[in-house]
């Protein structure tokens, strides 16, 4: 993981070298699409307002829950007491993501939806908003933690969440299984080099020309760029955008040539 000096830096040089979409840069009218109509779209939608407040009170939360650590490897290893109040605060997707992620759900109109890592369950509420007719399979190893997040999803009246409990090592292939195609995926889990690629090589096995895969914090450390890096290489993805805190992959097979956009956000 990067210091945050290091971090700092990487964003600094981000916003100082990124398209902001106008002008020259941005020569894909996919991409162009994408920026003004989802990116830039500044609309507020109906469930906004309650997810934020279940934010807010996970914040202030103080009661104390076991997390296991998934440590080196990804094995369930020390279970530590944590606030929920510090998961809230560290963990999980800030707004301005979270709210990216429910419009870029709520354009592309995906039918089947995985994410990795539910943690208390805020972008999953997003991404159920987003698409209430989706399949929405969220993926999470902390029991104690998977157990507040599917309280979230009733207290929001949302139905339409499968959480699938345990080590992504174990049920992502069972998942991925049971799944003809995925047509949005989030990988918000375990932010390491090989455990990231895994999950992108399992994934694109069950992906078409129009699946979207997000994958967080592609900068947050050099393991993660690296995987990053060797994403954006293979063959069938045709075009991917970095936000500096998430990246998004494409498999346009309308999209001839590749191309990689790092777009200001
Ligand atoms: C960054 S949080 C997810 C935040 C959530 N997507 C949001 O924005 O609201 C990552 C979650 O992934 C879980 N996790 C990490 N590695 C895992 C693994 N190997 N198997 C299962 N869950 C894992 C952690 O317990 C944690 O709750």
């Known amino acids: 993981m990067y210091s945050s000096t290091q971090l700092a830096f990487k964003y600094l040089k981000y916003r100082l070298t990124a398209s902001n979409g106008k002008g020259h840069g941005?020569?894909?009218?996919?991409?162009?699409?994408?920026?003004?109509?989802?990116?830039?779209?500044?609309?507020s939608f109906d469930c906004?307002?309650?997810?934020?407040?279940?934010?807010?009170?996970?914040?202030?939360?103080?009661?104390?829950i076991s997390v296991p650590?998934?440590?080196?490897?990804?094995?369930?290893?020390?279970?530590?007491?944590?606030?929920i109040s510090a998961i809230a605060n560290s963990s999980l997707k800030p707004k301005k993501y979270?709210?990216?992620?429910?419009?870029?759900?709520?354009?592309?109109?995906?039918?089947?939806?995985?994410?990795?890592?539910?943690?208390?369950?805020?972008?999953?509420?997003?991404?159920?908003?987003?698409n209430p007719q989706a399949i929405l399979i969220t993926m999470e190893g902390a029991p104690e933690v998977a157990a507040i997040a599917a309280t979230n999803f009733k207290t929001l009246n949302l139905?339409?969440?499968?959480?699938?409990?345990?080590?992504f090592d174990t049920t992502l292939p069972s998942?991925?299984?049971?799944?003809?195609?995925?047509?949005?995926?989030?990988?918000?889990g375990n932010h390491r080099k090989e455990p990231t690629l895994n999950y992108f090589y399992r994934l694109i096995n069950v992906s078409k020309p129009s699946t979207?895969?997000?994958?967080?914090?592609?900068?947050?450390?050099?393991?993660?760029?690296?995987?990053?890096?060797?994403?954006?290489?293979?063959?069938?993805?045709?075009?991917?955008?970095?936000?500096?805190?998430?990246?998004?992959?494409?498999?346009?097979?309308?999209?001839?040539i590749k191309q990689d956009f790092i777009i200001r956000y």
Not at 74 to 82: A, F, G, V, Y
């Open 26 to 43: 941005v020569h894909s009218p996919f991409v162009f699409e994408f920026i003004t109509k989802v990116l830039n779209d500044k609309s």
């Open 48 to 64: 906004f307002q309650a997810i934020e407040s279940l934010r807010r009170e996970l914040k202030n939360n103080n009661s104390r």
């Open 69 to 83: 650590d998934f440590g080196a490897g990804s094995r369930m290893q020390l279970q530590h007491k944590r606030k």
């Open 98 to 130: 979270s709210q990216l992620i429910f419009r870029i759900v709520h354009y592309y109109n995906p039918h089947t939806i995985l994410e990795l890592g539910t943690s208390l369950g805020i972008t999953t509420s997003y991404l159920a908003c987003a």
């Open 159 to 167: 139905s339409n969440i499968k959480i699938v409990e345990g080590n």
């Open 175 to 188: 998942v991925i299984h049971q799944l003809s195609s995925i047509d949005f995926a989030f990988i918000d």
């Open 212 to 256: 979207i895969l997000v994958f967080d914090d592609i900068h947050w450390s050099m393991e993660m760029e690296q995987a990053w890096v060797e994403i954006k290489q293979h063959p069938s993805v045709t075009l991917t955008i970095d936000l500096f805190f998430i990246g998004l992959v494409f498999f346009r097979t309308e999209q001839k």
